[in-house]
């Protein structure tokens, strides 16, 4: 019952490769078999971000050493300034929590769980918007999974 010798078990016995996988597989799942139900691509979709990060946030990050996990200086030799500082990356994190979202409704569109979407930058050559027009296309159709779908899982990761 030692959260330490947990962390240790976790990280020596290779778990995060089988947790990993397992979340991936619950982002992909619903976008693979097309899954009418938006609660089930809702459901599966936050399980599976919230496994594949928990495996690598909570033992500590893959590659890395304890020793550099833990070291307490906070520029790295040769710079002025800390590059992982919150204020560094809040603008990367916002703008990869917007990506995520709008993935997210391209995708409900193309797994049919919503109506429409809304988009104010493309035309379009026949009555749907340009967006509707590009994800509904040949060549967005050739792919077995949508499209959309896929772009968020990116943003996930």
């Given at each position: 019952?030692?959260?330490?010798?947990?962390?240790?078990?976790?990280?020596?016995?290779?778990?995060?490769?089988?947790?990993?996988?397992?979340?991936?597989w619950l982002l992909a799942a619903p976008l693979v078999f097309w899954?009418?139900?938006?609660?089930?691509?809702?459901?599966?979709?936050?399980?599976?971000?919230?496994?594949?990060?928990?495996t690598i946030l909570i033992p500590m990050m893959p590659g890395m050493?304890?020793?550099?996990?833990?070291?307490?200086?906070?520029?790295?030799?040769?710079?002025?300034?800390?590059?992982?500082?919150?204020?560094?990356?809040?603008?990367?994190?916002?703008?990869?929590?917007?990506?995520?979202?709008?993935?997210?409704?391209?995708?409900?569109?193309?797994?049919?769980?919503?109506?429409?979407?809304?988009?104010?930058?493309?035309?379009?050559?026949?009555?749907?918007?340009?967006?509707?027009?590009?994800?509904?296309?040949?060549?967005?159709?050739?792919?077995?999974?949508?499209?959309?779908?896929?772009?968020?899982?990116?943003?996930?990761?």
């Amino acid at each position: 019952m030692d959260p330490a010798k947990g962390k240790l078990l976790f990280a020596s016995k290779d778990c995060v490769v089988c947790h990993s996988i397992n979340g991936v597989w619950l982002l992909a799942a619903p976008l693979v078999f097309w899954t009418p139900d938006a609660a089930v691509y809702a459901n599966d979709s936050l399980i599976g971000a919230l496994l594949v990060a928990l495996t690598i946030l909570i033992p500590m990050m893959p590659g890395m050493s304890r020793e550099g996990m833990m070291d307490d200086t906070d520029i790295p030799p040769g710079w002025t300034y800390c590059p992982s500082t919150y204020v560094q990356r809040l603008p990367i994190i916002a703008l990869g929590v917007v990506g995520f979202i709008l993935s997210r409704i391209l995708s409900a569109y193309q797994l049919g769980h919503i109506d429409g979407v809304w988009e104010p930058f493309f035309s379009s050559p026949v009555a749907m918007n340009g967006t509707e027009y590009i994800i509904t296309s040949d060549v967005s159709k050739a792919w077995r999974i949508a499209d959309g779908g896929l772009g968020a899982m990116s943003y996930m990761f």
